[in-house]
């Protein structure tokens, strides 16, 4: 934003807000699901050196281009970026073992926020001691993302994908007890008592196709997508976190588009210091340190998971309507570190629930079918409520409208926790009342395997 809205490249904030922005959210929606398809047949690399591609081009045409129809080609190309994010996380798990797929999920998340927060301290101490022009800033972001381009070049090609060149089991129906019996009584070891498991095959092929295969490879492929996705969300757990996952992520993203917006309408840059890299720096690593410290939170998040979601929504809520009702750009920074260490917080859990529920290869589908619907979400509101042929709101008043959409989320979950409580309650109550009734029989908590 402040790079449209410099010296360079002057650009008012409604041209910015309105007709640029809203570019991003469309061609992330448009590109995802194919990006989705085309990582898996080609097998992620190829997708990883198109991102390297579009994040040159992208940094390129910001550096030297002109007009709002060139800006848009960069919100499209960096809509690119994003929809083939995908196939890194993908990638790494296809050249990993499963034992390892915990150790590298958290690798790459820590490199990515740590990435992130050393990105925004250096840029604003550039800015703030240097004097560094937002030009020279770009100029790095571009040497930084060639260099990524030129390292991918040489990450090795996987053998299989997920789906399209994924190796049949050889083994016959009768399996060594090991891993799929693991899977099939996770809840002894490592699950909390009560939680819903999906238990699915690691390979994707491995007792679904004892029936004659489609002869079209995509069909086949397709029907194996419908057959994944409806037995995950079976999971009535599962369904919930990933509702709340598609919808705060909506939200998130919105907020994350336009908040640079909102601090230069509360404090302009051209009259005050902005503070915006150390405020981002600040909000990264407090998301890191409550991602970090959700390891070793013991909750029974079957019971009071969904009310976490909803106090932590309320605190979204409560901080964004603080950012829109403040005068102060301080108070509005406070808002954002609250509204964004709260999203890391319960995106991290939200991971948590569905790797515990999944196994990895379901994760990353299911993560990707989350993500789509966030995108739709955020597209129905950008056209209502950004798009020049929506309502085109200010961008003070768009922080009201995000508010209260949390509100919203906050309300849903709350509900949905008291009547989780209040069912347990009850159960617990019928089963003592049957334990007094009854002292010598089988205890009901403890039934008898059959």
């Known amino acids: 934003f402040l790079v449209l809205h410099g010296h360079r490249i002057h650009f008012s904030t409604l041209q910015i807000t309105n007709e640029i922005f809203p570019v991003w959210t469309y061609s992330y929606l448009v590109l995802l699901f194919p990006v989705f398809i085309l990582t898996d047949y080609v097998r992620y690399k190829p997708v990883i050196n198109l991102q390297g591609i579009s994040f040159i081009i992208t940094w390129l045409l910001l550096l030297f281009g002109q007009g709002v129809k060139t800006m848009q080609v960069v919100e499209f190309f960096y809509g690119m970026v994003t929809a083939t994010e995908v196939a890194y996380y993908a990638y790494i798990y296809s050249v990993v073992s499963p034992e390892h797929y915990q150790k590298v999920s958290g690798y790459c998340r820590s490199a990515t926020l740590v990435a992130y927060t050393a990105a925004s301290v250096l840029a604003q101490l550039l800015v703030s001691l240097a004097n560094l022009s937002y030009f020279y800033l770009n100029v790095i972001s571009l040497a930084s993302v060639s260099m990524a381009f030129l390292f991918s070049l040489f990450l090795p090609m996987p053998k299989k994908s997920m789906f399209f060149h994924a190796k049949p089991s050889k083994e016959g129906p009768p399996k060594p007890p090991g891993k799929d019996a693991v899977l099939e009584e996770p809840q002894k070891d490592h699950e909390p008592g009560g939680q819903e498991v999906v238990t699915v095959s690691g390979n994707p092929y491995d007792g679904h196709w004892s029936s004659p295969k489609p002869e079209s490879v995509v069909l086949r492929v397709f029907v194996q997508w419908l057959q994944d996705l409806k037995e995950c969300y079976s999971s009535k757990h599962l369904f919930y976190w990933s509702l709340w996952w598609s919808f705060s992520t909506a939200g998130f993203n919105q907020v994350l588009n336009y908040v640079q917006v909102l601090w230069d309408y509360k404090a302009p840059g051209q009259s005050s210091i902005i503070y915006n890299g150390a405020v981002e720096a600040i909000a990264t690593f407090g998301g890191a340190l409550a991602a970090f410290a959700v390891g070793y939170v013991k909750v029974n998040w079957d019971l009071l998971g969904e009310l976490a979601l909803a106090i932590f929504s309320v605190v979204n809520a409560g901080s964004l309507f603080l950012m829109h009702y403040t005068t102060s750009i301080w108070a509005c920074y406070a808002g954002f570190l609250l509204f964004k260490t709260g999203y890391m917080l319960l995106i991290t859990i939200a991971v948590f629930q569905i790797a515990v529920n999944l196994s990895v290869e379901r994760y990353a589908l299911v993560f990707g079918i ?45 509900m949905r926790s008291i009547f989780i409580i209040y069912s347990t309650k009850c159960r617990k109550r019928v089963q003592s009342s049957a334990t007094s009734q009854n002292p010598y029989g089988p205890h009901p908590e403890e039934p008898k395997n059959n």
Do not use: E, M
Request: avoid cysteine; proline fraction near 2%.
């Open 370 to 414: 989350n993500t789509f619907i966030a995108l739709v979400i955020q597209t129905v509101i950008t056209v209502i409520v950004v798009d020049q042929g929506g309502l085109r709101l200010p961008v003070r008043i768009q922080f009201l409208v995000y508010g209260s959409y949390f509100a919203v989320i906050a309300g849903i979950f709350l």
